[in-house]
């Protein structure tokens, strides 16, 4: 191993009640995870699990990706609110003018 390379933090194994669990990944770093718990509505688990499926993802990844783009929408959202409030609202035509040149946007 050359002087500039680091080494490979290895998997921990992680034990939980007396029982070996999944390895996961060292914390630090741009692959580390952490352990979140939710409560969603009856039926949305087999439609995560569905869609994951689908995409070939695994369903924390599958959740982890959806998080991400609401925290973007949510961001957009509140970009747009500044917007309004420094100049006012957006005038019918700006909106048109919008939407023309981003054509997917009429369709949802």
């Known amino acids: 191993m050359d002087a500039k390379q680091t080494p490979v933090k290895q ?3 992680v034990a939980k009640r ?3 669990t ?12 952490e352990k979140l718990s939710a409560t969603i509505r009856r039926g949305r688990k087999a439609e995560i699990r569905e869609q994951a499926r689908k995409l070939g ?19 957009l959202a ?13 005038s019918e035509d700006e909106i048109q003018a919008a939407l023309a040149a ?6 949802q």
Request: aromatic share 8%; hydrophobic share 40%.
């Open 78 to 90: 509140e970009f747009v609110d500044e917007l309004e409030e420094r100049h006012g609202p957006f």
């Open 22 to 33: 999944k390895v996961r990944k060292p914390a630090g770093g741009p692959g580390a995870t």
């Open 57 to 75: 993802l695994s369903d924390s990844a599958y959740v982890d990706e959806a998080i991400a783009a609401k925290l973007q929408l949510d961001a």
């Open 11 to 13: 998997p921990l194994r």
């Open 102 to 107: 981003w054509p997917s946007a009429q369709d």
């Open 18 to 20: 007396g029982k070996a």
